[in-house]
């Protein structure tokens, strides 16, 4: 009868634990430099024609909150933080822009930011990922 | 033309729409009033070159009526028109009391 003989499942077991213990840093290393990328997309769309009001506060303004942890759904939110020179909160203002009002034309430079980088920014989830667990799976 | 389907689309509904923006003053007189404008593109892409092309871009209405009556008809009319679309915010403009429905389409 023949035999199948499957050595180092033991040291194969306790990579695989290590990398279940790494998984959250993993994914956070991954998330935060597509996140990165996002944020620069908007911030390169961000409107010149806030300048006026905002002297470029707007656009200084955007940054990355700190990570969640949702059940295992891992994501950081690009956020527009701080307030103008009149004390107009920033992210207000970034809404006005992108959705318009019924007096003032829409300017909008989030969704197509985001849609311009986000094929490039699941590649680099994907590429970071792959690179981090080949690391712990040698 | 694809942004003629949404025009066609928008124009069914009967109610008052203008690509981009509205002359100075015409919206005071009008009331509820709409705007469509594109401002990018979801194409496909094969054997380098643009195999499909897409335009995406937002209808916005704006309206005091309450009922919801305007933001059903103009889902319904995108719908019949086949142009793919996601209802993006409601919000409320509490100086001009409009309600402000966004909705996002591809065509």
Redesign the interface.
């Given at each position: 009868m023949a035999t199948i003989k499957f050595d180092g499942i033991a040291d194969y077991q306790k990579q695989l634990e290590k990398l279940g213990r790494a998984a959250p840093g993993i994914c956070k290393y991954a998330v935060y430099d597509a996140a990165g990328m996002v944020a620069d997309a908007i911030k390169e769309n961000c409107p010149e024609s806030d300048d006026k009001r905002t002297q470029g506060d707007l656009r200084r303004s955007i940054g990355l909150t700190g990570f969640k942890n949702d059940n295992g759904f891992i994501y950081t939110k690009v956020v527009f933080s701080g307030y103008d020179r009149k004390g107009t909160p920033l992210d207000l203002i970034a809404r006005v822009l992108e959705s318009g009002k019924s007096y003032k034309r829409k300017h909008a430079f989030i969704r197509p930011a985001v849609n311009k980088v986000k094929r490039a920014a699941e590649f680099a989830i994907e590429k970071a990922l792959n690179e981090k667990i080949n690391q712990y799976m040698k | 033309m694809a942004l003629q389907t949404l025009k066609d689309a928008l124009d069914a509904t009967q109610l008052p729409f203008a690509h981009?923006?509205w002359a100075k003053g015409a919206?005071e007189l009008l009331g509820d009033?709409g705007?469509y404008?594109e401002?990018?593109a979801?194409d496909l892409y094969g054997d380098d070159i643009h195999a499909e092309k897409a335009v995406?871009g937002?209808v916005?209405y704006?309206t005091r009526d309450g009922s919801g009556t305007p933001q059903t008809t103009i889902e319904t009319a995108l719908n019949n028109g086949k142009i793919a679309w996601y209802l993006?915010?409601i919000?409320f403009?509490e100086?001009?009391g409009?309600v402000?429905y966004?909705w996002?389409f591809q065509v």
């Amino acid at each position: 009868m023949a035999t199948i003989k499957f050595d180092g499942i033991a040291d194969y077991q306790k990579q695989l634990e290590k990398l279940g213990r790494a998984a959250p840093g993993i994914c956070k290393y991954a998330v935060y430099d597509a996140a990165g990328m996002v944020a620069d997309a908007i911030k390169e769309n961000c409107p010149e024609s806030d300048d006026k009001r905002t002297q470029g506060d707007l656009r200084r303004s955007i940054g990355l909150t700190g990570f969640k942890n949702d059940n295992g759904f891992i994501y950081t939110k690009v956020v527009f933080s701080g307030y103008d020179r009149k004390g107009t909160p920033l992210d207000l203002i970034a809404r006005v822009l992108e959705s318009g009002k019924s007096y003032k034309r829409k300017h909008a430079f989030i969704r197509p930011a985001v849609n311009k980088v986000k094929r490039a920014a699941e590649f680099a989830i994907e590429k970071a990922l792959n690179e981090k667990i080949n690391q712990y799976m040698k | 033309m694809a942004l003629q389907t949404l025009k066609d689309a928008l124009d069914a509904t009967q109610l008052p729409f203008a690509h981009f923006a509205w002359a100075k003053g015409a919206k005071e007189l009008l009331g509820d009033h709409g705007v469509y404008a594109e401002d990018g593109a979801n194409d496909l892409y094969g054997d380098d070159i643009h195999a499909e092309k897409a335009v995406e871009g937002t209808v916005d209405y704006y309206t005091r009526d309450g009922s919801g009556t305007p933001q059903t008809t103009i889902e319904t009319a995108l719908n019949n028109g086949k142009i793919a679309w996601y209802l993006n915010s409601i919000q409320f403009e509490e100086e001009t009391g409009y309600v402000h429905y966004e909705w996002v389409f591809q065509v």
